[in-house]
């Protein structure tokens, strides 16, 4: 092979390494963007909704209270999982309110 019939094999070899890195970078999978996690709001605590209930119970729910205390599947307050505050204080939130 001559000198020219090498530069020619050469720069051919060069023109389909381009085309298959083109071709590899039009195949790839870009990385699925992962949403920024919004800070948590801090857990409630036991006095929080105690709180809430009582004076719940002083508006004169005293019953309501106990009844939805029950429907949370505990005895008293203080037996409560604390995974269900949250939907206990929006329970209570609408209570007294005509609906």
């Known amino acids: 092979m001559t000198k ?3 530069a020619s094999l050469a720069a051919e070899l060069k023109k389909c390494g381009a085309a298959l890195v083109k ?3 039009s195949l790839e999978v870009p990385e699925p963007e992962v949403p920024k ?6 857990a409630l605590t036991l006095e929080e909704v105690r709180k809430v209930a009582a004076d719940k119970s002083r508006q004169g ?3 309501e209270v106990r009844e939805l205390i029950q429907k949370y599947g505990a005895d008293k307050l203080s037996s409560m999982e604390p995974e269900k505050y ?3 204080l929006k329970d209570l939130e609408v209570m ?3 609906g």
């Open 86 to 88: 949250e939907a206990f």
């Open 61 to 63: 729910f005293t019953e």
């Open 23 to 25: 071709i590899a970078a």
């Open 4 to 6: 020219e019939e090498l």
């Open 96 to 98: 007294g309110h005509a």
């Open 37 to 42: 996690k919004e800070p948590d709001s801090p």
